[in-house]
Nanobody, 115 residues
């Protein structure tokens, strides 16, 4: 059973930075893609950023230029570096991995941005 364990997040003032980490229990090279979703109460989960096994990245328009997704295959870990955070970035962030037969999810990490 694949496990994705998230760390990072927390509280930060607007304009600040945070980094989220997602450590997988197996080689992340086996996943077609990995990335981050976020969700606020009453809203659907939305894709924030993704990175393919080949290294191609994609970002939600509102975070492009502020967030950076990266992967460290040696550590089986994916990161989301978040800069210039805004109040609207407040959400629970979930790591995901696109496996061959199913998707896997991390436990979720709260990010709170205050003005």
């Amino acid at each position: 059973q694949v496990q994705l364990v998230q760390s990072g997040g927390g509280w930060v003032q607007a304009g600040g930075s945070l980094r989220l980490s997602c450590a997988a229990s197996q080689s992340i090279s086996s996943f077609d893609a990995m990335g981050w979703y976020r969700q606020t109460p009453g809203e659907q989960r939305e894709l924030v950023a993704s990175v393919t096994s080949g290294g191609a990245t994609d970002y939600k328009d509102s975070v492009d230029g502020r967030f950076t997704i990266s992967r460290d295959n040696a550590k089986n870990t994916v990161y989301l570096q978040m800069r210039s955070l805004k109040r609207e970035d407040t959400a629970v962030y979930y790591c995901y991995a696109d496996g061959t037969w199913r998707d896997y999810w991390g436990q979720g990490t709260q990010v709170i941005v205050s003005s």
